[in-house]
């Protein structure tokens, strides 16, 4: 009986725990809600006079709001990528590891584990062994993380954001930055756009109390609208920036160990190439929030795996155009 108290009260908890998670979404959407009904019967229908005005107006808000809210949805909900499941060790190798005690020898094991298996994997932890997550009890892929918030290790894990909900990882990368990007740009426009009347409030006080309530989400929406469009751009920015050096975050702070040791440029192939990972090989879908990520968030381009196969090709066949080799192999 007590079991089962104890087992529903951890449910409970469980529970209690997710719903918190989803608080920052909810307040997200609340402001959206809100925006729009402060924006488009507020500011165009009841401020705005001139119809050609009031058209454009609606025409750009909605496109912005369209495009930011399907960004702002699949970066919450794109399925998380674990690792493959062959980067999970088997039972034999787990209780080899719990029979073993000393570190090297554990090492040892990991180490045989992933030559058996042929895994890809050139990152390594700080004292130098192969990354092992002790949680998810598998190999971390190169760039893979374990997130505790999510309980499971994540491919390309950039950071935990509790804005979506989620990691942000190889799988959704191109979403958030499309989210932030379009937040930002919707921002812009609604402060913009809104700037003139907000002015006018400031220079107007004869109004009586029926205006003033619409005139209070009007001001209110610029400063909301300022306020976001700040932050955003700043977060975009710095992601546009990472992406052109093809670091995550937690690279950028914590630069990846190799064999030759740690290397902060190792996967930069120059911001075109580092671009077409994130953002996909067809410049249609660059701006949708359609998937268009290439690779397979397990292998990834070097810079100095690159430099050595050129030199390998200068060798063998002198017709070879470099710039198409780099093309295949991004
Ligand atoms: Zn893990
Ligand atoms: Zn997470």
Redesign the pocket.
Known sequence: MGGCDGESTNVCIRFFINLVRWLPVVFVAAIVGWAYYAYVYQLVFLAVESIPLRIIYLLVFHILLLLFVASYYQTIFAPLHKPPQEFYITRECTDELNESSEDSQQSEILQRFVHLQGLPVRVRAFEGGVRY?P??K?I?PDRS???SIC???VRKFDHHCPWVNTCVSFHNYKFFILFLGYGFTLCLWGALTDLPYFIEFWQNNSVNNRVVFGQFNVVFLFFVSSMFCLSLGCLFFYHLLLTGRNRTTLESFRPPIFTHGPDKRAYDMGVSRNYRQVFGSNPILWLLPIYSSNGDGINFPSRLESFEAVRLLDCTDEDEDDEDFFNRIV
């Open positions: 997550c949680k998810c598998c971390k993380h374990h997130c309980s499971q290790c």
